[in-house]
């Protein structure tokens, strides 16, 4: 009786693993890993502190904080097959701020 319970257990677990496998992720997760070097060191912390041209993807209050016109572009290799871009400008007006920002992932060509 005890060896079944153990088949049955091992068998269910590895049911669910390979269901997870299958999964993939959610669509449009890369969107919440930030558009700077900064942000995506420090994860969602970056939206407390966005005072930089990147502000415009994490935090657009953060725009108000520049006083002159910034710009960055960021590019990073994610998991060896996935390339992040980033483009974001901040420019600042009499009364309020005009922001930009392109945020681009990239994939390899997948065998099937």
């Not at 995506?40 to 904080?65: E, I, R, T």
């Amino acid at each position: 009786m005890l060896n079944i319970q153990k088949r049955l257990l091992v068998l269910g677990t590895m049911l669910i693993s390979f269901g997870f496998g299958l999964y993939g992720g959610q669509p449009g997760a890369f969107l919440s890993y930030g558009a700077s070097a900064r942000s995506l060191g420090m994860g969602s912390a970056f939206v407390a502190v966005a005072n930089d041209s990147s502000a415009v993807y994490a935090n657009p209050a953060g725009m108000l904080q520049l006083p002159n016109i910034e710009g960055s572009f960021f590019q990073s290799d994610l998991f060896g097959e996935y390339q992040l871009t980033a483009f974001n400008v901040v420019v600042p007006m009499v009364d309020n701020h005009f922001g930009f920002s392109y945020v681009q992932l990239q994939s390899s060509p997948m065998d099937v």
